[in-house]
Nanobody, 125 residues
């Protein structure tokens, strides 16, 4: 069945880096925009970055611009999120999801249909 699986989360010190992966099985990501979201305890789910699997166009929220980089590997059916200069406020569960309407820049959660189970990122000394 169709499935998205995130991996790569963990505990990192402030200023450190992590690279998250979002791997799809059971369907091709080629026709989607893939979004990365995060949700901290007690806060709403926030869209932070997305990428078009067709043409590689990207979007970043102001909160991560200049620190995070989203990339794709169509052959591996996988999307990555490289996170550098991590801050304690980046602590959250990170999710990837698919937007079948191929929207870049407007990351409303209800635009996205398939979701992964999430991976925890904790930034702490």
């Amino acid at each position: 069945q169709a499935q998205l699986v995130e991996s790569g989360g963990g505990l990192v010190q402030p200023g450190g880096s992590l690279k998250l992966s979002c791997a799809a099985s059971g369907f091709s990501l080629d026709y989607y925009v893939i979004g990365w979201f995060r949700q901290a305890p007690g806060k709403e789910r926030e869209g932070i970055s997305c990428i078009s699997m067709r043409d590689g166009r990207t979007y970043y929220a102001d909160s991560v611009k200049g620190r995070f980089t989203v990339s794709r590997d169509n052959a591996q059916n996988t999307v990555y999120l490289q996170m550098n200069s991590l801050k304690p406020e980046d602590t959250a569960v990170y999710y990837c999801a698919t937007d079948p309407q191929h929207r870049i820049g407007e990351m409303r959660t209800y635009f996205y249909d398939y979701w992964g189970q999430g991976t925890q990122v904790t930034v702490s000394s």
